[in-house]
């Protein structure tokens, strides 16, 4: 089954203690990208990747680091972790063609005390 | 990318059809109309989009008018599954990192009344 997961689903932690989000496509997709989702603010693009270590800021990068060394994975990695990256995280996947859409995957609830 | 406009919400009896509006008076020659939903807290699915014919799949069919001012998404039978915020966006489809980013408004909250 063609898919986007995400590692973990849920996950509560404290502040400045290092975590990463895994995030994996099984459509060999050469675009993957980071959103954010806050009540009132909508989806906000976190960083994106066109290809194996090729990646680009997003709107709000701040706090964030991604890497991209295979075209399946793109983890999300927090260094240090502060309350106000407590949000929704969603991973999406894309084939680079004109018009093609993206899929998500399941979304990490992420709580930082 | 153009600005999209869509009711807040809406309401639909199950079995019927969904006729959701959007509209998009500065969409420019290049750009795309998407429609994605997300059921409660989910992760965001892709529905439909055109560029200026309409579309049909399996899910919706996509309505757009001749001046691609506006477009309507239509549910054909809507199911109490259906219950969902849909948005409608508009986006360039030529190559370029930016021009793949999605930018999500507020939607339409979709409920399926039984």
């Known amino acids: 089954e063609a898919q986007v997961t995400q590692n973990p689903r849920y ?60 075209k399946r994975n793109f983890p999300l990695i927090l260094e240090s972790p502060s309350p106000n990256q407590t949000s929704l995280y969603f991973c999406a996947s894309s084939p680079l063609r004109l018009g093609g859409e993206q899929f998500f995957g399941p979304g990490t609830r992420l709580t930082v005390l | 990318d153009a600005k ?53 799949n399996e899910m919706a069919s996509l309505i757009i008018t001749e001046d691609r001012k506006s477009s309507t998404l239509i549910l054909p039978h809507a199911t109490l599954r259906d219950t969902a915020v849909y948005y409608c966006i508009v986006r360039r489809g030529d190559s370029g990192g930016s021009n793949y980013k999605l930018t999500f408004g507020k939607g339409t909250l979709l409920t399926v009344n039984p």
Not at chain 2, 14 to 31: D, K, V, Y
């Open chain 1, 11 to 70: 996950l509560i932690t404290v502040t400045g203690k290092k975590l990463t989000v895994t995030c994996s496509q099984n459509m060999n997709h050469e675009y993957m990208s980071w959103y954010r989702q806050d009540p009132g603010l909508g989806l906000r693009q976190i960083y994106y990747s066109m290809n194996v270590e090729v990646t680009d800021k997003g709107d709000v990068p701040e706090g964030y680091k991604v890497s991209r060394k295979e």
């Open chain 2, 4 to 56: 999209t406009t869509q009711p807040t919400s809406m309401d639909c009896a199950e079995g019927r059809a969904a006729n959701l509006p959007c509209n998009h008076s500065t969409i420019s020659g290049n750009e795309y109309v998407y429609w994605y939903r997300q059921i409660h807290s989910q992760g965001p699915q892709y529905i439909i989009h055109g560029l200026k014919n309409n579309e049909t």
